[in-house]
């Protein structure tokens, strides 16, 4: 600790009678803030952030600060348990690790010898830092299918950059960018990879420029100095719009394009195709506000674009990433100082290293699911959820018998969560790993017990692409829980993987930090280690592409099948290209809002958060609310094609009228005789999952706009 760390964290001891302090680093989130843990009787009495980590300053939000509510909460699944009734029943009975890991692994290896490996998937939510292990696991066991929110979900980014870039451009706000984009993404919200709302504030009230780029008036848009409200899924015309203005009026890097770039002319003249008239026309965003953000951003440099899932989570999801690292290029604000950095990871054996990828056969590699139609996606080993639900209801192109959920609640993240849980009632068995019996883990056969990042040692960030890797130490013990990855290298052995694991995870941590040369507990001893910080490292060694460029043309996805360059399609559910259904249907509806408290569907039963947000909220302008009869705070029905669910209406006049925005993930722990109500508030319930509404090469559900009605829930009144 620093002096002032040291000075501040032995009158705490001393005045509230602490027992220890632990430096540690949360991950009630993606991760990434370093805390101070402190110690009473065997118990954590109080977390606060560390004012000597790099990423958070010692600012903690209200996840991190309600950690000890989720570890001591009554509820928490202390010990193994195994259903004893029907699925949804909720009749448990306690079953030791043992006979636990003992079923999971029989079950296992009796569908691999039935129906093949690939009859087996597993599968982890978002960000929980435990998909290098279950790759590694289903990797030695022969399965190509592990279910991830990847192809839709940072993923994208991943995958995008690789082929474009070479690695994901991460904002360097340490060197202070003149210039920020924030798009379709809310950062002091939600706390995005690799990113944390702290310094992007630090960089603001440094005086930086910020461009905003959302349907909606989030707090980052209240500050803006040019906020783009776009319409919903026009992300890649507005970017593409924006490249042909600063193409036209020379604003480009004429050096960089010059020397380090793949594919100039053809993608002028696909930029071309978006004068600001027609962009205009296609985003609703006034022609002079994108020329007026575009000039911005070329002229006033370093600059940086900031990005999240909800440009992701679209139809053009792939070529929504490819516009925008194309503006970082073209602009020259990529690997430089206060710009878009590519930053490299400490000497390890990084995620895909440890997730034992090429562990795999080919033979088993051509049987991913979804592969041959989504290829970008299938060359990351990303599969489409849809397809995972189509091989256990109609067991095409094969059966899938056996699930194992990490760390996911897919019933109330995926899209068409009534198809999900039908999928999920179905399958031969299924295993869960999680805090609480969640929907998803109700519909389980057995459910172990998860530790939340206070019981585990672990390389926090491992995975991420900011460089650091920070230190996470175990503080409690509660009751049988188990970390993903303990548990996991428990089963390997069970399975017959036991030569590429270790007596205890442990030795998986010592063989990550091997090329470093230090042991786990060597590197405990340390607080965290960054790789080398270098810029414009492409001046020496280009690009990791195939023409060791900056591909704004992709050769790969040009191989693939696809077309080289980024372009717009039309959300397949909007006012344009579905006029018919607009009219029954007249409403955009947003389906991602984020709050402060929850991580996707986590902690809406800790006391802390859900004070914060009692109930789900839709925000709709007062126009709109006033013409179908609807006043603040009531409940409503949001009905699209596919379901109905309902919501508390929250008036705003910082959304379009033709627009709506419900939050996501939404179910009531309290209600425990209902399915902790699944369906009444899930977004996902209205959401379509179809193979043509996904983006092309990625398989990305389209689930972030489309067409809905609104109206009190007591007077259904029809159009």
């Known amino acids: 600790m620093s002096e002032f760390q040291y000075s501040n964290a032995a009158r705490e001891m001393e005045v509230y009678g602490y027992d220890s302090v632990v430096k540690s680093h949360c991950r009630m989130c993606h991760g990434g803030c370093g805390v101070l843990v402190y110690v009473k009787e065997g118990r954590v009495a109080k977390i606060a952030g560390d004012p000597d980590c790099p990423i ?74 435990n998909e290098a292990a279950i790759y590694r696991i ?47 993404n809310n950062v002091v919200i939600s706390n995005p990879d690799c990113y944390k709302g702290e310094p992007f504030s630090q960089a603001l009230n440094a005086g930086a420029k910020l461009i905003v780029v959302d349907p909606r008036l989030t707090r980052a848009a209240a500050r803006a100095d040019v906020w783009l409200q776009l319409r919903p899924g026009t992300d890649t015309a507005l970017a593409l719009g924006m490249a042909n203005v600063i193409i036209q009026e020379k604003l480009y890097d004429k050096e960089f394009v010059d020397h380090y770039v793949h594919g100039w002319a053809p993608f002028v003249e696909r930029a071309a195709e978006y004068p600001l008239e027609r962009v205009e026309a296609i985003t609703g965003v006034p022609r002079e506000k994108i020329a007026e953000a575009a000039r911005l951003y070329a002229t006033v440099k370093p600059g940086v674009i900031q990005w999240g899932v909800a440009i992701e989570q679209q ?125 998803t883990a109700e519909l389980a056969d057995i459910v172990l017990p998860a530790a939340t990042w206070l019981e585990m040692d672990y390389l926090g960030d491992f995975w991420k692409r900011h460089g650091w890797l920070l230190t996470r130490r175990k503080v409690v013990q509660i009751g049988e829980c188990r970390s993903d990855h303990e548990m996991l290298n428990d089963l390997a052995h069970r399975i017959g993987q036991g030569e ?16 470093m040369g230090v042991t786990w507990q060597e590197f405990k001893k340390q607080d965290r280690v960054r790789g080398p910080v270098t810029y414009y490292k492409y001046k020496e060694k280009g690009f990791s592409t195939p023409t060791r460029k900056m591909e704004l043309y992709s050769t790969l996805l040009e191989k693939w099948g696809y077309d080289p360059l980024p372009q717009y ?85 910082g959304i379009d009228p033709r627009v709506v925005s419900a939050q996501h993930a939404w179910w009531f722990p309290e209600k425990r005789d209902s399915g902790h109500g699944w369906a009444e508030s899930n977004v996902n319930i209205l959401t379509d999952n179809s193979y043509e509404n996904c983006d092309p090469a990625m398989g990305a559900t389209h689930i972030r706009s489309l067409l809905c009605k609104i109206y009190p829930e007591e007077t259904r009144r029809p159009r």
């Open 56 to 129: 958070n300053h010692g600012t903690l939000c209200s996840k991190g600060l309600a950690s000890t509510q989720l570890v001591y909460h009554p509820d928490r699944l202390t010990h193994p348990v195994k259903r004893i009734g029907p699925k949804g029943s909720g009749q448990w009975e306690r079953i030791s690790w043992n006979e636990a890991l003992d079923t999971i692994a029989e079950r296992m290896l009796r569908y691999k010898a039935e129906f093949g490996a690939e009859s087996v998937v597993l599968g982890y939510g978002t960000g929980r830092e």
């Open 138 to 184: 289903s990797n030695y066991f022969g399965s190509p299918n592990v279910l991830t929110a990847g192809h839709f979900c940072y993923g994208p980014r991943i995958s995008t950059s690789i082929i474009t870039c070479g690695s994901n451009p991460i904002a360097d706000y340490e060197n202070n960018p003149k210039c920020i984009v924030v798009w379709g």
């Open 315 to 439: 139809v053009t999801c792939a070529d929504n990433n490819r516009a925008l690292m194309a503006l970082m290029g073209i602009t020259g604000n990529l690997d430089v100082p206060g710009g878009q950095v590519l930053f490299k990871t400490a000497k390890i054996r990084n995620a895909a290293e440890f997730g034992a990828h090429k562990a795999l056969s080919k033979e088993q590699e051509a049987k991913r699911l979804g592969g041959e139609r989504f290829r970008l996606a299938g060359h990351f080993a990303i599969i489409n959820p849809k397809c995972v639900w189509d091989a256990i209801l109609e067991e095409k192109p094969y059966p899938v018998k056996m699930l194992f959920f990490i760390s996911s609640n897919p019933v109330m993240t995926r899209a068409n969560a009534g198809e999900v849980y039908r999928a999920l009632e179905k399958v031969e068995f299924m295993a869960v790993a999680d805090f609480f019996l969640t929907p």
């Open 500 to 515: 590429h694991w270790w007596d205890t995870f442990e030795g998986g941590l010592d063989h990550i930090l091997e090329p």
């Open 569 to 653: 399609r039309e959300p397949p559910e909007s006012p344009v290209s579905q006029p018919a259904l607009h009219e029954k249907f007249p409403y955009i509806l947003i389906t991602g809002a984020r709050q402060p408290g929850f991580f996707h569907a986590e902690n809406r039963q800790l006391p802390w958060t859900r004070e914060l947000h009692r109930d789900p909220v839709v925000e709709i302008h007062p126009d709109t609310a006033a013409a179908e009869g609807i006043e603040d705070g009531e409940w409503v029905v949001l009905e699209s094609p596919r379901g109905k669910i309902r919501q508390r209406a929250k008036l705003t006049a």
